[in-house]
């Protein structure tokens, strides 16, 4: 069955710092994509960055970033220049590719921003 | 071009009672998720339709629920003689071509008392 771990609970950053927060996953799938999802107080689940697991070039999106370790099966995300707004809990996902192309999702990571 | 739309957005029922939750997906996409995120967990799959059809409802516990996605009109996932442990946050994600991203509307917080 798919996977997908989050190891850190929670974790806190100084405004305008950098935090990367960790992801590791399992699948049997060759073709698959992964996700970071946030979603803060308000519950809305908002995309922040997608991976197509192909690519081997690590995908950005301005203040963020992931580290895609194929064979290790890794896929952390790291945000540069914390902002207060970037405060929400965060979900790792993974599709399990196939006819269904479900979502897999992990723990969560709450990420505090400190001012 | 409007987003996912679900409604309603909080629906408060009576144990034993029925629930029905709508989700109408983004315009030109025909592939409907139902997910559920129970107090501090993360989401978890339980339905997957495209119009007119189940495609996996693994998820899906085996009483009680049912999804449907019509040619006409919104997806619905029911929930009959609800018991407090449905309460959860439901989110509907779509997506236009059934791989990639999936688009996430706002959820249906369900609070059964």
């Known amino acids: 069955a798919q996977t997908v771990t989050q190891s850190q609970p929670e974790m806190s950053v100084q405004e305008a710092e950098t935090v990367t927060l960790s992801c590791t996953y399992d699948?049997?799938?060759?073709?698959?994509?992964l996700f970071w999802y946030k979603q803060p107080p308000s519950r809305q689940m908002i995309l922040v960055i997608r991976?197509?697991?192909?690519?081997?070039q690590n995908a950005t999106e301005n203040r963020f970033s992931v580290n895609f370790q194929k064979a290790a099966k890794s896929f952390s995300l790291k945000i540069s220049d914390s902002q207060l707004g970037d405060a929400a809990m965060y979900f790792c996902?993974?599709?399990?590719?196939?006819?269904?192309?479900?979502?897999?999702f992990g723990t969560g990571t709450l990420l505090a921003v400190q001012p | 071009n409007a987003g996912v739309m679900q409604n309603p957005r909080h629906l408060v029922r009576r144990r034993g009672q029925e629930a029905r939750l709508r989700c109408s997906p983004m315009?030109?996409?025909?592939?409907v998720y139902w997910y559920r995120q129970l107090p501090e967990e993360g989401l978890k799959f339980m339905v997957y339709?495209?119009?007119?059809?189940?495609?996996?409802e693994s998820g899906m516990p085996k009483e009680r629920f049912s999804a449907e996605f019509p040619k006409e009109g919104p997806s619905i996932l029911r929930i009959q003689q609800v018991v407090r442990g449905d309460s959860a946050a439901y989110f509907c994600?779509?997506?236009?071509?059934?791989?990639?991203?999936?688009?996430f509307g706002p959820g249906t917080r369900l609070t059964v008392l």
């Open positions: 996902a993974s599709s399990s590719g196939g006819a269904t192309n479900k979502l897999i």
């Open positions: 699948t049997s799938e060759s073709d698959y994509y």
């Open positions: 991976q197509e697991a192909y690519k081997q």
């Open positions: 315009k030109g996409h025909s592939h």
């Open positions: 339709l495209q119009k007119e059809n189940i495609i996996d």
């Open positions: 994600a779509s997506s236009p071509l059934g791989v990639g991203e999936q688009f």
